[in-house]
């Protein structure tokens, strides 16, 4: 069975500053990942994916991701947080068998200081 | 393209009611999913169509609940004598195919209150 785990369900950090938020997943066969993101009352918006054609996955809003095989994670990255970005973020796992349902990690809520 | 939208937005209701969400996927969308996105917590499959079929069912969905997709367009889920726990965000996601690491497209959400 699929699984997420995101690392800190709050994390707060300066405008400006670097985020980094944190994803490990437990699959069984080579996984595809996504990160969503969700802001106040809306639906989720995708913000990138990795399907194996490149390791380090580039998305919207200056996000990127790194696929790490090693280490099963796909943790999410900003070098200049923007009080924008304050939202929730997930995390998501589906295989590639053809079971298409998502499997989500709980979330982790950034907070953005100005 | 309109994206994916769900109606109502919002509903209230009493325990023991019935309650029906509305989702018209993007147009030509071959595949439609529900998820149920309790306080705190991600989004947990409840089930999906490929056209009008219902393609599979999660566990979490008991006996009181139903979905529809009749003509492979909007889909309709439907929550029987409903009870607090139901209490929940209802996300409507679809996709054009449904092949594997395809994007999901997501509605913005029905939020039920059973009081």
């Known amino acids: 069975a699929q699984s997420v785990t995101q690392l800190g369900s709050h994390v707060s950090v300066s405008e400006g500053a670097l985020v980094l938020l944190r994803c490990n997943y437990s699959s069984s066969v080579p996984p595809y990942l996504f990160w969503y993101v969700q802001y106040p009352n809306q639906g989720l918006q995708l913000l990138l994916k990795?399907?194996?054609?490149?390791?380090l996955v580039k998305g919207i809003n200056g996000f990127e991701a790194e696929f790490k095989k090693s280490e099963t994670s796909f943790h999410l990255t900003k070098p200049s947080a923007h009080m924008s970005d304050a939202a929730e973020y997930f995390c998501a796992v589906s295989d590639r068998m053809g079971n298409t349902p998502l499997v989500f990690g709980k979330g982790t809520r950034l907070s953005v200081i100005a | 393209d309109t994206g994916v939208s769900q109606n109502p937005r919002h509903k209230i209701t009493k325990r023991g009611q019935n309650v029906t969400f509305r989702c018209d996927p993007i147009?030509?969308?071959?595949?439609l999913y529900w998820y149920r996105q309790t306080l705190g917590q991600g989004p947990e499959f409840l089930t999906y169509f490929q056209n009008e079929a219902q393609l599979e069912k999660s566990r979490l969905l008991s006996d009181r609940f139903s979905a529809e997709r009749p003509k492979g367009s909007f889909s309709t889920l439907e929550i029987q004598r409903t009870e607090q726990g139901d209490s929940a965000m209802y996300l409507c996601?679809?996709?054009?195919?449904?092949?594997?690491?395809?994007?999901?497209?997501f509605g913005p959400g029905t939020r039920l209150l059973v009081l």
């Open positions: 996601a679809s996709s054009a195919t449904g092949a594997p690491g395809e994007t999901q497209y």
């Open positions: 147009s030509e969308h071959n595949r």
């Open positions: 990795y399907t194996s054609a490149a390791t």
